[in-house]
Protein backbone atom coordinates (compact mmCIF):
# COMPACT_ATOMS: atom_id res chain seq x y z
CA UNK A 1 0.00 0.00 0.00
CA UNK A 2 1.59 3.55 -0.81
CA UNK A 3 -0.56 5.69 1.86
CA UNK A 4 -0.20 5.60 5.33
CA UNK A 5 -3.81 6.25 7.63
CA UNK A 6 -3.60 7.89 10.90
CA UNK A 7 -7.65 7.44 12.26
CA UNK A 8 -9.57 8.84 14.38
CA UNK A 9 -7.74 11.84 14.62
CA UNK A 10 -8.04 14.08 17.24
CA UNK A 11 -9.92 11.37 18.38
CA UNK A 12 -13.28 12.43 16.25
CA UNK A 13 -14.57 9.12 14.40
CA UNK A 14 -14.40 9.68 10.66
CA UNK A 15 -11.64 12.23 10.41
CA UNK A 16 -8.49 10.89 9.16
CA UNK A 17 -4.98 12.27 8.38
CA UNK A 18 -3.37 10.22 4.76
CA UNK A 19 0.35 10.35 4.29
CA UNK A 20 1.16 8.73 0.60
CA UNK A 21 4.44 7.07 0.40
CA UNK A 22 7.45 9.37 -1.12
CA UNK A 23 9.55 7.84 -3.94
CA UNK A 24 13.12 10.38 -3.95
CA UNK A 25 16.23 10.68 -5.27
CA UNK A 26 18.25 13.46 -6.09
CA UNK A 27 16.01 14.02 -9.66
CA UNK A 28 13.01 15.26 -6.99
CA UNK A 29 10.12 12.57 -6.23
CA UNK A 30 7.26 10.47 -7.42
CA UNK A 31 4.12 9.92 -5.37
CA UNK A 32 0.33 8.84 -6.19
CA UNK A 33 -1.67 11.26 -4.72
CA UNK A 34 -4.54 8.96 -5.06
CA UNK A 35 -5.34 5.33 -5.58
CA UNK A 36 -8.70 3.47 -5.13
CA UNK A 37 -7.12 0.79 -4.27
CA UNK A 38 -5.27 1.56 -1.33
CA UNK A 39 -8.00 3.54 -0.63
CA UNK A 40 -10.18 0.54 -0.52
CA UNK A 41 -7.55 -1.24 1.26
CA UNK A 42 -7.17 1.35 3.88
CA UNK A 43 -11.24 1.00 4.61
CA UNK A 44 -12.61 3.54 2.00
CA UNK A 45 -14.76 2.76 -0.88
CA UNK A 46 -15.18 6.60 -1.82
CA UNK A 47 -16.84 7.50 -5.46
CA UNK A 48 -15.24 10.93 -5.98
CA UNK A 49 -17.09 13.16 -8.54
CA UNK A 50 -15.25 16.01 -8.45
CA UNK A 51 -11.76 17.80 -8.47
CA UNK A 52 -11.68 21.30 -7.57
CA UNK A 53 -8.24 23.32 -7.03
CA UNK A 54 -8.50 27.16 -5.51
CA UNK A 55 -5.40 29.49 -4.89
CA UNK A 56 -5.22 31.58 -2.22
CA UNK A 57 -2.47 34.43 -0.96
CA UNK A 58 -1.61 34.78 2.97
CA UNK A 59 -3.75 35.14 5.69
CA UNK A 60 -6.79 34.45 3.13
CA UNK A 61 -8.91 32.05 5.47
CA UNK A 62 -11.45 30.31 3.95
CA UNK A 63 -14.57 28.72 5.92
CA UNK A 64 -15.95 27.08 7.41
CA UNK A 65 -18.29 25.52 5.09
CA UNK A 66 -20.72 22.70 4.54
CA UNK A 67 -22.98 21.33 2.11
CA UNK A 68 -26.85 20.95 4.16
CA UNK A 69 -28.41 18.60 2.32
CA UNK A 70 -26.32 17.03 -0.28
CA UNK A 71 -23.23 16.58 2.05
CA UNK A 72 -19.94 15.82 0.82
CA UNK A 73 -16.68 13.76 1.92
CA UNK A 74 -13.88 15.57 0.52
CA UNK A 75 -10.02 14.76 0.27
CA UNK A 76 -8.22 17.58 0.65
CA UNK A 77 -4.52 18.58 0.19
CA UNK A 78 -1.65 21.26 -0.54
CA UNK A 79 0.46 21.27 -3.85
CA UNK A 80 1.97 24.41 -3.44
CA UNK A 81 2.34 26.48 -0.10
CA UNK A 82 1.08 25.62 3.46
CA UNK A 83 -2.23 25.79 5.40
CA UNK A 84 -3.83 25.38 8.24
CA UNK A 85 -6.96 23.24 7.53
CA UNK A 86 -9.74 22.72 9.88
CA UNK A 87 -13.03 19.90 10.05
CA UNK A 88 -15.69 20.61 12.47
CA UNK A 89 -17.79 17.85 14.13
CA UNK A 90 -21.55 18.79 13.12
CA UNK A 91 -23.27 15.36 13.27
CA UNK A 92 -26.41 16.18 15.23
CA UNK A 93 -25.90 13.39 18.05
CA UNK A 94 -22.43 12.81 17.86
CA UNK A 95 -20.32 12.47 21.17
CA UNK A 96 -17.77 15.07 19.59
CA UNK A 97 -20.12 17.53 18.15
CA UNK A 98 -18.88 20.72 18.20
CA UNK A 99 -15.45 19.44 18.36
CA UNK A 100 -12.64 20.61 15.59
CA UNK A 101 -9.67 18.98 14.42
CA UNK A 102 -6.91 21.30 12.97
CA UNK A 103 -3.85 20.30 10.56
CA UNK A 104 -1.25 21.38 8.56
CA UNK A 105 -1.11 20.90 5.33
CA UNK A 106 1.51 21.40 3.04
CA UNK A 107 3.56 20.86 -0.63
CA UNK A 108 6.41 19.57 1.79
CA UNK A 109 4.64 17.42 4.10
CA UNK A 110 2.05 15.79 1.48
CA UNK A 111 -0.32 15.01 4.42
CA UNK A 112 -4.21 14.50 2.97
CA UNK A 113 -6.88 15.02 4.98
CA UNK A 114 -10.08 12.62 4.58
CA UNK A 115 -13.13 14.79 5.77
CA UNK A 116 -16.51 12.54 5.54
CA UNK A 117 -20.07 14.22 5.70
CA UNK A 118 -21.30 16.16 8.85
CA UNK A 119 -17.97 18.37 8.78
CA UNK A 120 -17.70 21.80 8.02
CA UNK A 121 -14.25 22.76 6.82
CA UNK A 122 -12.08 25.78 6.44
CA UNK A 123 -8.31 26.70 6.20
CA UNK A 124 -6.38 29.51 6.46
CA UNK A 125 -3.01 30.30 4.08
CA UNK A 126 0.09 30.23 6.28
CA UNK A 127 2.53 30.47 3.41
CA UNK A 128 2.90 33.47 0.72
CA UNK A 129 0.37 31.74 -1.54
CA UNK A 130 -1.24 28.55 -1.50
CA UNK A 131 -2.76 25.99 -3.54
CA UNK A 132 -5.53 23.75 -2.14
CA UNK A 133 -6.87 20.57 -4.05
CA UNK A 134 -9.46 19.00 -3.13
CA UNK A 135 -11.53 15.58 -4.09
CA UNK A 136 -15.52 15.65 -3.45
CA UNK A 137 -18.30 12.55 -4.00
CA UNK A 138 -20.90 14.96 -5.00
CA UNK A 139 -21.55 17.67 -6.90
CA UNK A 140 -21.44 21.11 -5.45
CA UNK A 141 -25.00 22.59 -4.95
CA UNK A 142 -24.78 26.20 -4.81
CA UNK A 143 -28.42 26.66 -2.72
CA UNK A 144 -27.58 24.09 -0.61
CA UNK A 145 -24.43 25.81 1.04
CA UNK A 146 -24.32 26.16 5.01
CA UNK A 147 -21.69 27.85 6.88
CA UNK A 148 -20.19 28.54 10.57
CA UNK A 149 -18.04 31.61 11.96
CA UNK A 150 -14.41 30.98 11.97
CA UNK A 151 -14.52 32.54 15.15
CA UNK A 152 -17.37 30.51 16.96
CA UNK A 153 -15.89 30.82 20.59
CA UNK A 154 -18.14 27.42 21.56
CA UNK A 155 -16.07 25.82 18.64
CA UNK A 156 -12.92 28.14 19.87
CA UNK A 157 -10.93 27.03 17.28
CA UNK A 158 -7.19 28.15 17.82
CA UNK A 159 -5.87 29.36 14.34
CA UNK A 160 -1.95 29.99 13.80
CA UNK A 161 -1.22 33.66 14.45
CA UNK A 162 0.38 35.39 11.14
CA UNK A 163 3.31 37.48 11.45
CA UNK A 164 2.69 40.99 12.19
CA UNK A 165 3.39 42.28 8.46
CA UNK A 166 -0.03 40.19 7.61
CA UNK A 167 -3.97 40.46 8.20
CA UNK A 168 -6.61 37.97 8.37
CA UNK A 169 -8.66 37.98 5.06
CA UNK A 170 -12.16 37.20 4.66
CA UNK A 171 -14.64 37.32 2.25
CA UNK A 172 -17.83 38.96 2.84
CA UNK A 173 -19.87 35.95 3.19
CA UNK A 174 -17.39 34.21 5.69
CA UNK A 175 -17.93 37.19 8.06
CA UNK A 176 -21.56 36.35 8.11
CA UNK A 177 -22.33 32.99 8.86
CA UNK A 178 -23.84 32.37 11.91
CA UNK A 179 -22.60 30.62 15.02
CA UNK A 180 -22.89 26.79 15.42
CA UNK A 181 -25.94 26.54 17.78
CA UNK A 182 -27.97 29.18 15.09
CA UNK A 183 -26.77 27.04 12.26
CA UNK A 184 -28.98 25.08 9.95
CA UNK A 185 -27.96 21.77 9.73
CA UNK A 186 -29.57 18.65 8.74
Same mark, same amino acid.
Given at each position: ??? &?????? !???? !???? +? &? $???? #?????????????? *????? /???????????????? #???? #??????? %??? +???????? #???????? @? +??? /????????? /?????? *?????????? /? %?????????????????? @??????? *???????? @??? +???????? @???????????? &??? $?????????
Amino acid at each position: MQI &TVDYNV !GNIE !GLCV +I &T $PKIH #GDSRGYFMESYNAN *DMKEA /GFDINFVQDNQSCSIK #GVLR #GLHYQIN %FPQ +IKLVRVIN #GRVFDVAV @D +IRR /GSKTFGKYY /GVELSA *DNHKQFLIPR /G %FAHGFLVMSEMAEFCYKC @DDFYHPN *DEGGILYS @DPD +INIAWPEL @DSDSELILSDKD &TKW $PLLKEAVIA
